[in-house]
């Protein structure tokens, strides 16, 4: 188990230096005029939750512990979280429980659209800051 907390710790610094360095270097390809950087890290994770989830947890499975640690909830989880997000989704979905899909995939949009919206209002409200 301790070796499993330092594989996901590691892996979550890497991720989130690879976060800021990937983020940052699509706003300076492209501009700040659309969230650019965010929208890269949440595709590139999410396309590698997908394919690294299927080799580390079917392909490599004497190592899974510790690798899928390190990799999906440490590096993937520093890069994005939107990936684990994907992942769930597709997941449930894979079962058969389309609905339940489904009703993650608003569930996660609208609540956490209005959980950052209402934190923005709170932070505005507490710090005295108007729009």
């Known amino acids: 188990m301790f070796y499993e907390i330092l594989a996901i710790a590691l892996g979550g610094a890497l991720g989130s230096i690879f976060r800021f360095l990937v ?3 699509f706003v300076d390809l492209l501009g700040k005029e659309f969230p650019y ?3 890269a890290v949440n595709v590139i994770g ?3 939750m997908g394919f690294l989830a299927i080799l580390i947890l079917n392909k490599i499975p004497q190592y899974n512990a510790p690798l899928a640690g390190f990799v999906l909830v440490g590096l993937l989880g520093g890069f994005t979280t939107f990936s684990t997000f994907s992942m769930d989704t597709f997941r449930l979905m894979f079962d058969g429980q389309y609905a339940l899909g489904f009703i993650n995939i608003i569930t996660n949009i609208f609540v956490c659209l209005f959980a950052t919206l209402l934190g923005y209002l709170v932070a505005m409200r507490v710090l005295g800051v108007d729009l």
Request: cysteine-free.
């Open 23 to 25: 983020s940052n270097g």
């Open 37 to 39: 950087g965010t929208l």
């Open 46 to 48: 999410s396309f590698l």
